[in-house]
């Protein structure tokens, strides 16, 4: 596999420096340690994800679903262990597992749910209003008689008598 030198990426911008650590990190990640439980991830809508997690055997009681800081955090593991059984083939995969998940910011965990075997987890980035595209009036003139006429408009500049 090929590496790539974010170094350049690092001194053209500014405040992207997590999603370069984002970008390295996933470069050293090994996909046979992360293969168990396989998963799906799917855009819903513009603004809706959805992940999907066999988590066949599990129990809701099993299963823990947290986020924080940036991450969504699902692991799971088998607490009725029958030490009575005597399997003959034992195939079913039910060993413990933690699953991690960067998230962005402003994304947030709607609702799970758990139902024939499959862990579903919707998510919705909620952009704050500030973060919206908004269009900015133009006004003629310079800067500074704009804010002398804007001062004197809200009263800010009246003399005393």
């Known amino acids: 596999m090929t590496n790539f030198d ?3 990426f690092y001194r053209s911008t500014i405040g992207f420096d997590r999603m370069a650590q984002l970008l390295e ?3 050293s990640v090994k996909d046979v340690e992360k293969s168990y439980p396989p998963y799906d991830i799917e855009a819903v809508g513009k603004d809706h994800y959805r ?3 066999a988590a066949a055997g599990f129990a809701k009681s099993d299963l823990i679903v947290e986020v924080r800081e940036n991450t969504l955090h699902v692991s799971g593991k088998k ?3 029958r030490d009575d059984a005597q399997y003959l083939y034992r195939g079913i995969g039910q060993r413990a597992f933690d699953r991690q998940f960067r998230i962005a910011d402003h994304v947030k965990m709607e609702n799970a749910w758990l139902e ?3 862990l579903t987890m919707d998510l919705v980035r909620e952009l704050p209003e500030s973060m919206k595209p908004r269009t900015i009036a133009i006004a003629s003139g310079a800067p500074t008689e704009i804010m002398s006429k804007e001062k004197t408009q809200l009263g800010g500049d009246k003399k005393a008598a």
């Open 6 to 8: 974010f170094s350049p």
């Open 25 to 27: 990190n996933a470069q």
């Open 51 to 53: 992940v999907t997690i």
């Open 79 to 81: 607490t009725d262990e």
């Open 116 to 118: 024939n075997g499959l």
